[in-house]
DNA sequence: TATGAATGAGCCTTCATTCAT
DNA sequence: CATGAATGAAGGCTCATTCAT
């Protein structure tokens, strides 16, 4: 991969067509897997030559990481305006929980790829930097819910085992959640919160 | 690979070799994925030479297979047995979650590994007797969760997306559970049935 | 095998090397046969590498039928021409048998391999295309012989028994027939029609 | 392969096995090609188990030999014994085409892979002694044409040309001939002669 | 700048044969 | 006698990457 151009025009072009090498990667590794998937198959999607996807990469696990770095870091600075604001718990929760499954909804090849290649990952050094951007949003996730703990409006027992609850529902979502499905991100976002705040046990008053 | 043996005590010794051969797999593909495992890896995990490890195997895809069979269908005997138990629902659902996170917790490894390859299984036939398998268990935790929605216990709004956060907690599991970490299998269990029912939101006389 | 280049100064250089290897494959298949032939022996005969020849080619097997392609097309295309020539029979017969043996002399390695090779090769779809173009041309020489049983000039007991015999003493050919040997392929030519003509009893008169 | 037994009835058990799995053989490598026939194959059609296989045969190139061994030897002799008899070449010449023919007939798997498998033998020592015996039977056959030139019943202007015309016919039997087709081998042996003494050309008189 | 030919290590699998039991 | 487990070299093929043009 030679450095990218300087000259604003050029580099206009040639970041358009790198992002969208990454995003054709994105839907191929979320298809096939990042293995399975040959850098022939990369250039069909993408309509390029084989040499010329090498302008706008290095490598193939470059590629890997360029859609991992789309996914993470977005969200936590999503997520970190989010806890900000000043709110109760359950706002921060309902409000973290929607931008992160709307997240989600719009990155599904992305998350795919996230919760799949993890061993194809761990040995690289950009790994770190990925896993950094997670922890501190699952640390986000853990602070609300200590806080609620903290004002009495959450009554919690393991507060990691429900922090991993939680993690669960969501990222297990890529595995069934369809672009235009019958529930929005939004629906499936309240639908949790709702089952991880009040259960489904049939209550008196209810 | 050859036919098996028939005679009863080479059977055995070729189905206990067998095992072994399925067992490291599963080891080494949970670690590595599939297709970053070479069959060389395999050999050298199981003590065999090259030749011989295709006396018990057809080939890498049968070991995939041979790993997945090993995970869904006790897992599927054992939620049958307990349905057909009478029980209220609660219990039901307790018993069905509790044996599947002992499982889980058992099968980490298989677990891994069905959750990462769904891609690399999908094309092959042998997949749809998997996923049937799979299915059939989760209808069978939808039956009772439906169950209780029609004895009055549970306050359900959405059934199938109640379902899905039970189903993401728990698949999420093989993700942080450790063999002897600070949580049994069957406190996790224990924990996401309490998270399911109660919720964590305080309530009076709680 | 990647898709071959479209510009002509390339596409003339890439079908010039293709066929180098066509060459090649049909000179070693024709002397140690189309299994006994290992990759390893083409690329060393057409100094490509191992990955080099896979640009040109898509499997071995591919190369068995480009091999048997440059040998029946052509021909099936000159005796063609020559039966669309106004003359009697015995010319019509004389001229595709010349045609017909120096064509085979021009191709010993490819009849060797044509002849050897069809058990190898029946399986594959790709052989009914080889196999129609050899029955196309039985086909022309069957309706020469019959022309002359119909203007007379032929006695013919058995049309298919003495197609049989011109086909089986042509085919033989190149199990005996050496580049620069005693005779050309136009005498052979010659002499088979001769005695298929007028057999070789000693007749008054002769 | 051990020594076979000594004991009479012993060695007749072993001889008819060993006899078992070269038909077997001759059959497989007609079929498929001597390359392309496992040993996997032969154990499949003659019952016997791997190791029991290399009880009556040394290795696969043993069994080629076997088979080829069957083929020219016997047919020597016969053709020896017919020209031992008093007769004139034709005589000589029809008798020796049938038993020729009906040989190939009885022998179809044989012939085909003797004509296929020349490559494959043709670096080992005991391919000379196969070739000697098919060449004294091709000096029988030149013997008798020279005889009926000599005698001036053949009008022979080339008597190589001739012997390769008829040992094209004959050799390219097994390629279409049935076992149970519309003519017998006697039949198909009798129409070459015709054609090869008398050839096609209509004549006043006949 | 862009091309596509070339690389060569590495992949999974097959196979004829041997030998302890 | 017979078995079938084990061998390990060799097979055909793929693939990420480089580089002369």
New binding site residues.
């Given amino acids: 991969m030679?450095a990218p151009?300087t000259r604003p025009k050029l580099r206009a072009r040639y970041d358009a067509r790198r992002a969208g090498v990454v995003e054709a990667a994105a839907r191929a590794f979320a298809a096939n897997g990042y293995h399975a998937?040959?850098?022939?198959q990369l250039i069909a999607a993408t309509g390029?030559?084989?040499?010329?996807l090498?302008?706008y990469v290095d490598?193939?696990?470059d590629l890997l990481f360029a859609v991992l770095d789309e996914l993470m870091e977005p969200l936590l600075e999503q997520a970190r305006a989010i806890v900000a604001e000043q709110a109760t718990p359950e706002r921060h929760l309902r409000a973290l929980t929607r931008a992160w499954l709307v997240h989600v909804a719009d990155h599904l090849d992305h998350m795919v790829v996230f919760t799949r290649e993890r061993a194809t990952l761990e040995r690289d050094p950009r790994w770190a930097q990925v896993r950094r951007a997670r922890d501190a949003f699952e640390r986000l996730l853990a602070g609300v819910l200590e806080a609620g703990r903290a004002d009495g409006s959450f009554a919690i027992e393991d507060p990691q085992l429900v922090l991993l609850a939680l993690l669960g529902m969501v990222n297990h979502t890529p595995q069934w959640l369809k672009p235009r499905g019958r529930l929005s991100p939004e629906q499936v976002a309240d639908g949790f919160c709702d089952v991880l705040l009040d259960g489904i046990r049939a209550r008196r008053g209810r």
Same sequence: chains 1, 2, 3, 4.
Avoid at 37 to 40: C, F, G, L
Avoid at 48 to 52: F, P, Q
């Fill in positions: 030679p151009p998937t040959s850098i022939e390029l030559t084989r040499g010329g090498y302008h490598s193939k696990q």
